[in-house]
């Protein structure tokens, strides 16, 4: 094995140099495959830095780094990258600053303290990415500058499945210059540079790092073997002479390495490092000219082409700015290339490239070079040159006089960090002086469009006929949007991406912006509302909750005792643990969705250089069954049959995870007895393809009620899926022990996860123990189906090694089950006044390969009616059988889909009735003494007033009036308002919960370990609030250990949102125990302090442990109730779809808070959670295999922190303590999430004003998730509606 650090044996060419956290290390060019995550992680074993999709696209992976300026080594370049995407021989003499080398949990740096401060970390996987992020722009912004809006648009390339965004704002904002309370970081940062400590303050001594050598592991001869060649030559006629050697063979060209984040081509034959060639790099300007280097980033692009364009001549380029700062985020800008994305675009000429756009509208010449000499080539010349023996060299841009306008647009799936639906840029040379009332085009313009298909660049038919014309001629317009829709034909091979009629349209769309513009005042004002872009202001956020300092800490809102050390990169995960001589784990995953098995041919992958063991259904020992025995058999392996494309048939164990990877993709897997596969509910009635029956709600004769009714509907509703998308991937380590295994992973449910690994082994569950310290996010999607942790401990088992399974985002994505789509019918009438008389839902739900969580649906019953009473019901529900993966538990699930089936019933009945929709629906709101659906009788029915004080305090009758004149004054800019209410009830029955507690008598400290999972919501913090406060003690004395099988057995999964107060009901259980104890010898000494009394309780034999099974049993099965309203309002860009939540506003019962920064916590990422839901995560499959196209970060888009509302408030009901919750408490992390649906029928709103427009304001049915594509097509434009005045 190559050691790591050797400068006595390596030469100067056979290792790079780098500086981490300080330190400083040499790194053999044999880590060629090697990433710096990986070397970060695995070989340095610094684990605060996280890894989740490694395409670049979640940010858990960001560092900042600082290297010499390639133009002048003296001077140093600081930035923010994705180490996911940097290779580390890349890196050599930067220095490189992680999580680790910020701060720590004893003297943290102020960007930590400030998300700590702020609540703005809950499962904490993806902070220190975020801290990267924040650390990185203060060290590009020394001098103060900084403000607000520059932080916000800084933050466009971190995900947070968790939060909800808005705290980690709010905690970044305080270091800008134009925040009213800002951060004094400025005198740190000052400190710093004058040689003093960032932490102490004090002169660095240098310690923060460690003056210790660090734990450096070697690289595997097996990957030294599979290592390609690296080269880095430092002039250009080096580089020829490699290109001639290299010959034909896949070589990667180096520069940002961020292509491999939208394409892989691997296998490598060699890599060629460019960074070293200084000619490559570099800005001049001419009067008439701007030259730029090929290895320029996107983001010194940008800064080139906004400097430039205040030079006359230049003005256009702050356009082609604007367009290429859209590309991806920032990070990744630091570091692509604009040669390597054209070079990426040659390639890949469907690639939907930002800057070949810009490049194209601004009319770049691209510079060729090789042996022969160099070469100018325009944009459509280049993407068609065969670059084989060619580098790009460099790019020209010319001048262009006063008279020319131009305009860039991207259309994407959301706010940013996605690629183009279509991507668009306009040039035109016009005269408005020759001609009153007339714009003429004075020759042909250019309209560049990217995303139509691989060779489509630009419109040229219909800028042959605008040359000469008068724009601002109506007809003329017509003509070149009829010419422009036939001349623009769309790919449609790629079933991932937006249809044919939506790209049409879009194109059309964005000329006739474009058309606007220059036309100016001889439009209507009214359809001027259609030029440019969306515009959002600086985002903001309200928060209002109840506390009683009388009852402190219980009700305090304090930060979650987690949250330093996650902010600090020291919290530890499961998919962290790395040992010496562990092995890993990978699965090789079906591709066909609905195929009999033939063949599992493993040769090849175990002919792959360190491979350990291949596995298939035959080697397991026990039962092939990750689920119960009582229910339907969900295989490990699968066996004989696929059942769904990304199934998984084989575990490859080998040395190294990159290793496993890369030969699961070598096991062949032959098929036979082929069929299509069913992948949608209407599919599935199509074939009759359902599971046995599920029971329904009958209640009178619904049917005849309709029959008889003054007002009458019917309908029907899609909802597609949602994948959890937790930031830290399914993960599991297993060590063999002698009589058994220890597993450490992140799951919900230790004793399901315990039962089906036994199962699977064969063995008892008392030979196995599960421990979960924290786990990186979860919102259901672990501990249920247990493919990661049986694989883990399976292959451990057989091996009998310690075995590390940490699922990719791809295979995490196209394995694991995910919210149920369903498709609903419905028919519902209402007497003359409005009121329910009858409702009748057939409701088919996607259940996947398996009903083993038909729970889902038998939940929703007790919410089928959500808070409106009528007499008569009749619900049927079908549960699909399909060919996606076993579709299970996602936050909320079932209640969301209830709530919105019904909520879309009320506004249907108000469309019909013209009645504004809350009117409606507040006729039909339950009162208290009312009969409902389930039979029981409503009480503490307390929505009317929460309605109340939710329409007053988000100013709800004047926001009506000011949209409609919004909507009356914009011809394609509308907006939309919604309130949606909720009734959720608690139920307790199966919540089985351990809890211990044990008072050390040395010094009094107490530690408690309970039955639930710590995953992002708080159940720690809100445990230890509540031990403080029955003990009367400081909450320093508490620590929460981590959740083990062996002491907390049998209990029930943290789900449901009832853990946290069913977990601190049994620890309330143990402390009153303990008082009861502690109180006879407290009485003999009252004055003592809390560590003497606990000494002499153990001087007297005092038992200071306790323990506590609760188990509640109700005569009611709902325990209470909660209640809730959220209004949404919406604007729409009609022409693009593209919107945004302008003002989102709940009011949520939440009892008496116990944790006011946790429940608020919980409110906000509930509500981003379900906004992603219904608007940006499409689910999409290729019909004829049933593969997920839409298994990373590149195509399944959750909400960023520009996605959230602009305005958002949350509030929790004042005065409200829960007679029958545990200390006056109600449960909070799922009902906010069904109120989500209101941002559906805001935009439905939005889109009927627009409708209103050309008299078709009907109802229409609808499919979420409400894409920016289904917005723009419900909006039913065609080109005749393209004009300049009514």
């Known amino acids: 094995m190559t050691p790591p650090t050797s400068s006595n044996v390596l030469g100067v060419d056979d290792k790079i140099t780098v500086t981490i956290n300080g330190l400083r290390y040499e790194v053999p060019i044999t880590f ?39 133009l002048n080594p003296q001077q140093m370049i600081q930035k923010s990258i994705n180490s996911c995407l940097c290779p580390i021989l890349t890196c050599d003499k930067w220095e490189i600053t992680t999580v680790e080398g910020v701060g720590n949990q004893n003297h943290p740096h102020p960007i930590q303290s400030a998300l700590v401060d702020h609540y703005g970390t809950q499962c904490g996987y993806c902070t220190p990415g975020w801290v990267m992020n924040m650390y990185s722009i203060l060290q590009n912004n020394p001098g103060g500058s900084l403000t607000q809006q520059d932080v916000e648009n800084a933050c466009d390339g971190n995900i947070c499945r968790c939060t909800g965004y808005r705290p980690i704002l709010d905690a970044f904002k305080t270091f800008a210059s134009d925040h009213p309370n800002k951060c004094a970081i400025a005198d740190i940062e000052d400190a710093v540079n004058k040689g003093l400590c960032k932490k102490t303050g004090k002169v660095c001594s240098g310690s923060c790092h460690g003056n210790s050598t660090p734990y450096i592991k070697a690289l595997s001869s097996a990957a030294e073997s599979l290592a390609p060649p690296w080269y880095r030559p430092t002039t250009l006629p080096e580089l020829y002479q490699l290109i001639k050697t290299l010959g034909k063979q896949n070589v990667y060209y180096v520069v940002g390495h961020t292509g491999k984040g939208v394409y892989n081509d691997a296998p490598y034959d060699a890599y060629v490092d460019m960074k070293g060639i200084a000619e490559l790099y570099g800005t001049t300007a001419t009067a008439d000219l701007l030259t730029v280097g090929a290895n320029t980033t996107l983001t010194d692009l940008i800064t080139a082409f906004k400097k430039q364009s205040t030079t006359p001549g230049f003005q256009h380029l702050a356009s082609l700015a604007a367009l290429i700062s859209r590309t991806a985020h920032h990070s990744i800008r630091n570091s692509g290339s604009w040669g390597g994305n054209l070079a990426m675009k040659n390639r890949h000429k469907e690639f939907p490239s930002d800057s070949f756009v810009a490049f194209t509208v601004g009319g770049a010449k691209i510079i060729l070079g090789s042996t022969s000499g160099v070469k100018s080539y325009t944009m459509q ?13 460099k790019a020209e841009f010319p001048t262009f006089d006063a008279d020319f306008v131009f305009r860039t647009f991207k259309i994407m799936p959301r706010s940013g960090n996605a690629h183009a639906y279509v991507n668009a840029g306009f040039r035109a040379k016009i005269d408005k002086k020759s001609h009153a009332g007339m714009v003429v085009i004075t020759e042909a313009p250019v309209l560049t469009f990217g995303n139509i298909n691989s060779h489509f660049v630009q419109a040229d038919k219909t800028a042959a006929y605008l040359q000469g014309k008068n724009i601002a001629d109506p007809a003329v317009l017509q003509q070149a949007l009829n010419t422009l829709n036939t001349e623009i034909i769309p790919s449609e091979d790629d079933p991932s991406e937006a249809s044919s009629s939506y790209k049409k349209s879009l194109s059309c769309s964005l000329f006739y912006k474009f058309a606007l513009e220059l036309v100016g005042d001889l439009a209507d004002v009214r359809y001027r509302s259609a030029v440019g872009s969306l515009v959002r202001p600086l985002s903001s956020g309200k928060q209002s ?9 219980l009700t305090k809102p304090m930060p979650k005792l987690e949250s330093t050390v996650q902010c600090t990169g020291e919290a530890k995960y499961s998919s962290d643990i790395q040992q010496e001589g ?14 009999a098995i033939y063949e599992i041919d493993i040769k090849p992958a175990m002919a792959f250089p360190g491979v350990t063991r291949v596995l298939i259904h035959s080697d397991i020992p026990g039962v092939n069954n990750v689920y119960r ?179 990719s985002l791809w295979d995490n994505l196209r394995i694991k089950g995910r919210r149920l789509a369903y498709y609903v019918k419905y028919r519902a009438g209402t007497d003359a006044a409005g009121k329910l008389v009858g409702i009748i839902l057939d409701i088919y739900a996607n259940m996947g390969c398996s009903n083993n969580d038909v729970l889902i649906l038998l939940f929703a019953a007790g919410i089928w009616d959500n808070v409106y009473r009528s007499q008569n019901w009749k619900i049927n529900v079908t549960a699909c059988r399909t060919n996606c993966p076993a579709s299970t538990f996602v936050r909320a699930p079932g209640s969301t889909e209830a709530v919105f089936f019904m909520e879309n019933v009320m506004e249907h009945l108000a469309k019909t009735l013209q009645k504004p929709s809350l009117e409606i629906k507040r006729l039909n709101y339950y009162k208290n003494g009312d009969k409902m659906m389930s039979g029981a009788v409503a009480k503490d029915f307390t929505l009317e007033n929460i309605t109340d004080q939710l329409l007053t305090s988000s100013e709800y009758t004047a926001r009506v009036k000011s949209i409609a004149d919004f909507n009356q004054a914009n011809r394609w800019r509308k907006r939309g308002l919604d309130v949606v209410p909720i009734r959720f009830p608690c139920y307790w029955l199966g919540g089985n919960f351990n809890c211990l507690i044990a008072i050390f008598h040395g010094d009094g400290t107490i530690a408690v370990t309970h039955g639930g999972v710590e ?81 002499e309780c153990f001087t007297t034999g005092v038992d200071l442990s306790a323990r506590s099974w609760v188990n509640p049993f109700t005569p009611d099965p709902v325990v209470y109730t909660t209640y809730g309203a959220m209004c949404t309002e919406v604007e729409l860009d009609v022409l693009t779809g593209e919107s945004q939540i302008t003002r989102l506003d709940i009011l949520y019962d939440c009892g008496e808070s116990m944790s006011p920064f946790v429940d608020i916590g919980q409110v906000e990422g509930a509500i981003v959670m379900g906004l992603g839901y219904f608007t940006t995560e499409n689910q999409i499959y290729d019909a004829k295999t049933g593969e997920n196209l839409s298994y990373g970060t590149w195509k399944y888009k959750p909400p960023m922190a520009k996605d959230i509302p602009i305005d958002f408030r949350i509030a929790l009901l004042q005065n409200a303590p829960n007679p029958t919750g545990v200390l006056r408490s109600k449960f909070v992390a799922e009902p906010p999430l069904c109120m989500t649906s209101s941002v559906v029928f805001a935009l439905r709103d939005a889109i009927a004003a627009n409708l209103a427009e050309s008299k078709k304001d009907t109802w229409f049915p609808i499919v979420t998730p409400m894409t920016v594509e289904r917005n723009q097509q419900y909006c039913q434009l065609d080109i005749s509606q393209l004009r300049y005045k009514d």
């Open 32 to 70: 060629s495959e090697i990433s710096l995550n990986q070397y970060i992680r695995e070989y340095l074993q610094l684990t605060g830095t996280k890894v989740t999709c490694r395409e670049g696209g979640c940010g858990v992976c960001t560092v900042h780094v600082a290297h010499p300026d390639p």
């Open 381 to 393: 010349e280049f993407l068609t040159a065969d670059l084989t023996g060619l580098i790009i060299l």
């Open 545 to 553: 909750y109840p506390t009683k300092p009388e009852n402190w800490p």
């Open 582 to 595: 562990m092995l890993h784990a990978a699965f090789t995953l079906t591709t066909m969705g609905n195929a």
């Open 629 to 807: 025995l009582d229910n339907d058999a969900e295989e490990v392996l699968a066996s004989k049959r696929s059942l769904y494309a990304g199934q998984p048939i084989a575990i490859v164990i080998a040395i190294s995870q990159d290793i496993a990877e890369k030969a699961a993709k070598l096991v062949k897997v032959s098929y036979f007895d082929v069929k299509t596969p069913i992948l949608t509910c209407k599919e599935a009635i199509k074939s009759q393809s359902f599971y046995s029956a599920v029971p329904g709600v009958t209640v009178g004769d619904a049917a005849a009620a309709i029959a008889g009714a003054a007002n009458k509907i019917e309908g029907e509703i899609e909802l597609g899926s949602q994948n959890h998308f937790h930031m830290e991937t399914e993960g599991a380590v297993a060590y063999p022990t002698e009589d058994g295994l220890n597993l450490e992973d992140g799951s919900q449910w230790l004793d399901q996860t315990q039962a089906s690994v036994a199962q699977v082994l064969g063995i008892g569950m008392n030979k196995i123990n599960v421990t979960v310290k924290r786990s990186g996010g979860a919102f259901g999607g672990k501990g249920i189906h247990n493919y990661v942790i049986c694989a883990a401990a399976l292959s451990a088992y057989l091996v009998r090694r310690p075995v590390k399974m940490h699922l």
């Open 1015 to 1095: 995953m992002g919501q708080g159940i720690n913090t809100k445990v230890a609030q509540v031990v403080a406060f029955e003990l009367g003690v400081d909450m320093k004395y508490i620590i929460i250990q981590p959740t083990q099988a062996i002491t907390n057995a049998n209990a029930r999964g943290t789900n449901g949102s009832v853990g946290s107060e069913l977990v601190c009901l049994a620890a309330i259980d143990c402390c009153r125990q303990l008082k009861n104890r502690i109180d006879v010898v407290r009485q003999k000494s009252p004055k003592k302090s809390w560590e003497g009394i606990i000494a």
